[in-house]
């Protein structure tokens, strides 16, 4: 077969409507809590009072004799599990913690772990179960704060939790699980180049990912131990793997479907409810449905991790960063596991510089297990980065945007975390900000403006996608990563264009996980990028089939044939030897020709080229209130190439919207008894359409050379730069420096009477 | 305690059910009448996801109890299409890009259609703050004000 | 040879050593020689490390082929959100 090439219809890059939007307008999509099965009981999780306390016996007698109930589980019902790190996920996962993050074992450690669950007849008499389970606590001290929990006095969690990664091992417990580093040249010696030093401490608050779909599962074991699920997870190929290594099922033996998912952000990427559910089904011979309130999620799902950072960077007088060194401490949840290596290693990333030392800790706390949210781990180190970079810049007395441009990453940059950069578009982000209007538009009193920039590394993994083409010359596409925002529209429009077929004909579905060979999650920007090179697979397959099967119908030979712009065609000499062949013509003689035409696309994708950005912000300040209110907005970053430029649009402006919540409204607020006091979407205050303005999004597009289309992943970088950029901004506008998020209005206000800030 | 026997009116049609008194209208909606386009995201007004009118009037079902609404006429965002015909805030959410996820899209359609219900010209601003009710993870609500300020002005064209 | 960099606390498990002039052909053989210099670090190897050759990162690459100057850097494995 001589070389195909594909030149369909040239979808890529429009704005089709996705395939599977008419179900999502009319209510008809089926989300985590629409599924029910006949029969089905309702399951109740009893979560812990205490932030830290020993569970020294649980009493499910009188629960499990209340008429309604069919089944009761504790700890007793999951089998411990061997402390071994196995990568799963977004972080490195141990079975040890995560069997007791789903049901607490010797101690509940923190308000809202699970303790217990049952599942009965209605939601009421599951209700009235959980009351009749008899739990004795010994509460213990707890600790809630990272400093804190650092201290050598402080309650320890773990006594089997000994802080990896500093010589000699310590021979004591403590919280701190983990110490990491990475150094790149000698920042003594930069230090000694500098001009100008800055330091600074900074705060961040820990932070939900805040996804408006609660946490869902429904569950059916049959005696034969089969397992059928349905839940809302960014990865159903992972809740099978946690499930069936929790339950002690064979892989095979668990079906797991995704539905369609209510936003995730990194929240939905581990196992809460699963195993629950399927472990009282198992007990109960029933089907079990399982939906989070609002308050369990903030109280038992993940949010990602609070921390303390301090910064120390130096420059000469001319603006080249000659040093920068960090060191990161993040709130890991009561099990280890924080996004701390990933902070350490996005620090400086933006940033060309010979001489870095950042160190982090993984620290462990009363409160719960940290998931990935977002970026994990990079927006708090680079929030910190970014606010000294722009110290330097007004003590240097250069333009923001310039400083950054002489400092810039870019193609050839050794990164401070290793190996050199393939082509990267900072630069092209920072010059698209330059040249907006809106840099360029003057300010009034009290009104700021502030700029950063933010990087992410993005992923490929394990994907595997199925092109079927069918009787009548539409196209299957089954997919095994869940659509969290554009994904079935992205990866039909490349198999449009690669087969060229009209869009409308190609359906994709999300397929569960007895349909596909192993899917790794939707996470980590990789879903649309890994998918898409899966298709391109697959579509080859097709047209190297297709072609195979016009050598037999033309009687030619493999050269004398090949799939050139549109379709199989007879080639050079022979050319005009037959009528060349679409997809459609296939499709009717495939049954003739040699079956089903069908491809697989499998690998594991690699070739994540990073995406950089760079955020403007304008916003003002009122000295009465503190309220800081978000007047312009602009978000610029590489998407490589933008398969689907509206949904692409749309991850940069949520991001920069969970980023202006982030930096100024959102945290977790404990009291001194180390319980949550804003576990509810009233009082932990997400940003409403009116607190912020339209946000404009510029797709610079520095082509990926290791995707067949060029594609980037998008969806993380956009959440990193707001927290600097507002910041900055506050610092534009106020002339102080603000170093603790969130800035609220209480915290604004109280700095502007302390710095006797009247006017600008 | 013996349940209440309610009769209403769901988009249009009859309909009759028991229910608890503790049970909320949008207990009724997803778990009696079967009707899982409003979602519960919050249970407790603050995230707009179970938005439906009565009689006209915007609320939250989840603060709205079922045995409450006798008598009464009840738009959920299963009835907003015509027919085949999609209404022209669901065709400009689709045009937009209005939505990623998608599970707060049935509560923003049935907000935004009471909006222009009552203000076929809004302004930006005023689209927000009516909109301020429904919570929106995914998008950062800029294609959303678009497509409902499209869909107003292709409503105002008739 | 390729030159082998060590990122990060990896280097704990080498006795400080962070960086190795290896004449593997594959990520694989790298894997293999690393471990037999230093036994410790197998395990960790094998949980999962990405790998970056001449700057490209890969994870789960056993097979990736090394060239005889390439410079590869260890890191800790990346996901996301």
């Known amino acids: ?760 | 305690m013996a349940k209440h026997h309610v009769e209403a009116t769901v988009n249009g049609d009859a309909v009759e059910f028991l229910c608890e008194t503790e049970e909320t209208l949008l207990d009724v909606l997803r778990d009696t009448l079967h009707l899982t386009g409003s979602k519960e995201g919050c249970a407790s007004g603050d995230c707009g996801a179970c938005s439906v009118t009565l009689d006209g009037r915007l609320v939250c079902s989840c603060l709205v109890l079922g045995c409450e609404v006798g008598g009464r006429r009840i738009e959920t965002i299963e009835g907003l299409a015509e027919g085949e015909a999609l209404h022209p805030l669901q065709k400009k959410f689709l045009e937009h890009a209005a939505l990623q996820c998608g599970i707060c899209t049935p509560g923003f359609l049935v907000a935004s259609r009471a909006l222009l219900e009552r203000n076929s010209n809004p302004t930006d601003t005023e689209i927000r703050y009516w909109l301020a009710g429904n919570l929106c993870r995914c998008t950062g609500y800029d294609k959303i004000v678009s497509a409902v300020k499209d869909a107003a002005a292709t409503l105002r064209k008739g | 040879m390729a030159r082998v960099v060590l990122v990060g606390n990896l280097a704990q498990l080498t006795g400080g050593v962070a960086e190795f002039q290896l004449a593997a052909t594959s990520v694989k053989q790298l894997f293999q020689q690393l471990t037999e210099l230093h036994p410790a670090i197998g395990r960790h190897l094998e949980e999962g490390v990405a790998v970056a050759i001449d700057g490209q990162i890969y994870q789960d690459a056993l097979l990736e082929p090394i060239a005889p100057n390439s410079e590869v850097f260890l890191l800790p494995q990346i996901a996301g959100g």
């Open chain 1, 1 to 760: 077969m001589a070389e195909t090439q594909s030149n369909g219809h040239g979808y890529v890059g429009t704005r089709t409507i996705r395939p599977d939007g008419v179900d999502k307008v009319t209510g008809r999509a089926r989300f985590g809590a629409d599924f029910n099965l006949p029969g089905q009981l309702i399951g109740r999780v009893l979560r812990s009072p205490h932030p830290h306390a020993r569970i020294v016996a649980i009493d499910t007698s009188k629960a499990e004799a209340l008429p309604g109930v069919k089944a009761v589980i504790t700890r007793d019902d999951f089998a411990d599990q061997p402390s071994e790190f196995i990568p799963a996920g977004e972080m490195m996962m141990n079975y040890k913690d995560v069997v007791r993050n789903v049901m607490a074992r010797e101690k509940a450690l923190y308000e809202g772990h699970a303790v217990a669950a049952v599942a009965a007849t209605s939601a009421a008499i599951a209700k009235r179960a959980l009351k009749l389970i008899d739990v004795t606590y010994e509460v213990l001290p707890h600790v809630i704060d990272v400093v804190e929990a650092m201290r050598p006095d402080a309650p320890v969690l773990h006594d089997d939790l000994f802080t990896a990664g500093v010589e000699p091992k310590p021979d004591k417990p403590s919280n701190i699980a983990k110490r990491v580093e990475i150094v790149l040249g000698d920042i003594e010696a930069g230090f000694a180049k500098a001009d100008v030093v800055v330091e600074r401490e900074f705060k961040t608050a820990p932070v939900h990912q805040g996804y408006i779909e609660p946490h869902a599962a429904l569950a059916t074991v049959s005696e034969d131990g089969s397992a059928e699920l349905w839940c809302c997870t960014q990865g159903h190929f992972i809740v099978r793997a946690h499930c069936a290594r929790l339950l002690g099922l064979d892989i095979a033996r668990i079906r797991v479907t995704a539905s369609e998912i209510g936003g995730g952000f990194g929240g939905k990427t581990v196992v809460y409810l699963e195993p629950l559910a399927l472990a009282l089904s198992r007990k109960a011979k029933r089907p079990v449905k399982m939906v989070m309130s609002r308050e369990e999620v903030f109280k038992a799902s993940g949010p990602t991790s609070g921390a303390t950072v301090r910064v120390k960077m130096g420059a000469t007088r001319d603006g080249k960063f000659v040093a920068g060194f960090a060191e990161l401490k993040y709130q890991a949840g009561a099990f280890q596991g924080s996004p701390v290596q990933p902070g350490v290693m996005c620090a400086y990333a933006p940033y060309d510089m010979e001489n870095v030392k950042v160190i982090g800790y993984d620290v462990v706390s009363n409160r719960p297990k940290v998931a990935a949210y977002r970026a994990p781990g990079a927006p708090i180190s680079e929030f910190a980065v970014e606010s000294v970079v722009d110290e330097i810049a007004k003590k240097l007395g250069l333009d923001p945007i310039e400083l950054r441009m002489m400092n810039a990453a870019r193609e050839g940059t050794k990164a401070a975390y290793g190996p050199k950069f393939g082509p990267i578009g900072l630069e092209e982000t920072l010059n698209s900000i330059k040249k907006t209007e809106h840099w360029n538009t003057p300010l009034r009193k009290w009104q700021g403006r502030g700029v950063a920039s933010g990087f992410w590394f993005n992923i490929g993994g394990e994907t595997c996608v199925s092109l079927t083409v069918n009787e009548d010359g539409t196209v299957s596409l089954m997919a095994g990563t869940p659509d969290i925002g554009g994904l079935r529209a992205s990866l039909a429009m490349i198999a449009a264009d690669e087969l060229s077929v009209e869009y409308d004909k190609v359906r994709p579905i999300i397929g569960d996980t007895g349909s596909l060979g192993f899917n790794f999650l939707t996470g980590g920007s990789r879903s649309a990028f890994s998918g898409s090179m899966a298709v391109v697979e697959a579509a080859k397959q097709i047209k190297a089939d297709c072609c195979a099967r016009a050598c037999k119908l033309w009687d030619l030979k493999p050269e004398q044939v090949a799939w050139e712009r549109d379709r199989v065609r007879p080639i050079g000499d022979v050319a005009d030897k037959a009528k060349p062949m679409s997809i459609a013509d296939f499709a009717k003689v495939a049954g003739k020709t040699g079956g089903p035409i069908v491809g697989y696309g499998r690998l594991n994708a690699q070739g994540a080229g990073p995406s950089l950005g760079t955020h403007l912000v304008d916003l003002e300040v009122d000295p009465e209130t503190g309220r800081v209110t978000i007047l312009r907005y602009t978000v610029a970053q590489d998407a490589g190439r933008a398969i689907h430029p509206a949904y692409v649009e749309g991850q940069f402006q949520g991001g920069a919207v969970q980023g202006i919540g982030w930096a100024l409204n959102e945290e977790y607020v404990y009291g001194a008894d180390g319980k949550l006091q804003n576990a509810g979407f009233l009082d932990y205050r997400m940003p409403v359409a009116s607190d912020v303005p339209m946000i404009d999004a510029i797709l610079v597009e520095v082509a990926n050379p290791k995707h067949p289309y060029g594609v980037r992943g998008v969806g993380e970088t956009p959440i990193v730069p707001p927290l600097g950029a507002i910041a900055n901004a506050m610092e534009n506008a106020t002339g102080i420096r603000f170093t603790e998020l969130p800035m609220s209005p209480p915290k604004v206000l109280k700095a502007l009477k302390e710095q006797g800030v009247t006017a600008k």
